[in-house]
């Protein structure tokens, strides 16, 4: 049988796009929330979960973080979605017949210069596509939304203009995820990903860092956030560039540990294309 994805949004959204691009044959599972979609793995209503992470415009992807260490799931995979935004509506229309938009609220303002240009007011809906299919289904006239072409695609809709946003470099970062991890050196350019949390010892993060920069390991990701309620309680989340195998990244995760309550390795999975 083909693997199956969750995600969270409608079809269309650009989570299902990631899902498209990382695995073509596989069923999409559409979810409500992102809990929902890692309940579907663990439950088995799903194989494959895919989750963003990280916008180049709008940063991290709000309650990853802390839902990824307790979800019981392992990165097996990346995905980059550039975000390229489409207006479409019910056929039978032109771009002047438009004068309002609906659109998650997170893409409005991507694309504020090109709906000024043109007088479309906009309101937020709770997901692109969701807006697209509900007008879809309304068969409305003289409304419009903002998602992508596919979910125009998948919906029926008239493309009327596309790559209406305002910045050329907006990409989504995306991780694939599975019930059981997968360690294997599969690719040439491998990523290991895992949060950690220093212990309370003066420049302890600074000494955390000196064995990956002694070893050379390129550390292209390090956030921190609170976790358990409390201010001294900080953990990180990190990506290197390398293999947990590899003798400069097992030099630095060991003294890593010297310096840290806990390590955990949420993933080691091949770099996609898109990250360069």
């Given at each position: 049988?083909?693997?199956?994805?969750?995600?969270?949004?409608?079809?269309?959204?650009?989570?299902?796009?990631?899902?498209?691009?990382?695995?073509?044959?596989?069923?999409?599972?559409?979810?409500?929330?992102?809990?929902?979609?890692?309940?579907?793995?663990?439950?088995?209503?799903?194989?494959?979960?895919?989750?963003?992470?990280?916008?180049?415009?709008?940063?991290?992807?709000?309650?990853?973080?802390?839902?990824?260490?307790?979800?019981?799931?392992?990165?097996?995979?990346?995905?980059?979605?550039?975000?390229?935004?489409?207006?479409?509506?019910?056929?039978?229309q032109t771009l002047d017949d438009i004068k309002h938009v609906r659109a998650h609220m997170v893409l409005i303002p991507q694309a504020r210069a090109f709906l000024n240009a043109h007088g479309i007011t906009a309101e937020t809906a709770a997901d692109s596509a969701g807006a697209a299919a509900d007008i879809?289904?309304s068969g409305e006239m003289g409304v419009g939304a903002l998602a992508s072409k596919v979910a125009a695609e998948i919906h029926g809709l008239t493309v009327l203009a596309n790559?209406?946003?305002?910045?050329?470099?907006?990409?989504?970062?995306?991780?694939?995820?599975?019930?059981?991890?997968?360690?294997?050196?599969?690719?040439?350019?491998?990523?290991?990903?895992?949060?950690?949390?220093?212990?309370?010892?003066?420049?302890?993060?600074?000494?955390?860092?000196?064995?990956?920069?002694?070893?050379?390991?390129?550390?292209?990701?390090?956030?921190?956030?609170?976790?358990?309620?409390?201010?001294?309680?900080?953990?990180?989340?990190?990506?290197?560039?390398?293999?947990?195998?590899?003798?400069?990244?097992?030099?630095?995760?060991?003294?890593?540990?010297?310096?840290?309550?806990?390590?955990?390795?949420?993933?080691?999975?091949?770099?996609?294309?898109?990250?360069?």
């Open positions: 049988m083909p693997e199956r994805i969750a995600f969270q949004g409608d079809l269309g959204a650009y989570s299902h796009e990631a899902c498209l691009n990382a695995r073509p044959g596989a069923i999409p599972v559409p979810c409500t929330t992102f809990d929902d979609v890692i309940d579907a793995v663990n439950s088995g209503a799903a194989d494959l979960a895919m989750l963003p992470v990280e916008n180049t415009t709008y940063g991290r992807v709000a309650d990853i973080h802390r839902l990824l260490p307790q979800s019981g799931l392992r990165i097996v995979g990346e995905a980059f979605v550039r975000v390229r935004i489409a207006v479409m509506a019910n056929p039978g879809a289904a790559d209406i946003e305002d910045q050329g470099h907006n990409t989504t970062r995306f991780l694939l995820m599975a019930p059981k991890a997968d360690y294997s050196r599969r690719a040439d350019r491998m990523i290991t990903t895992f949060v950690f949390e220093v212990r309370n010892i003066p420049a302890a993060l600074y000494k955390a860092m000196g064995g990956f920069a002694t070893n050379g390991i390129n550390m292209t990701k390090l956030e921190s956030y609170m976790v358990g309620g409390a201010f001294t309680a900080t953990q990180f989340y990190a990506d290197i560039e390398g293999h947990p195998e590899d003798p400069g990244v097992a030099r630095a995760l060991e003294e890593l540990d010297y310096f840290t309550n806990m390590i955990n390795i949420l993933g080691v999975y091949p770099a996609a294309p898109g990250r360069d």
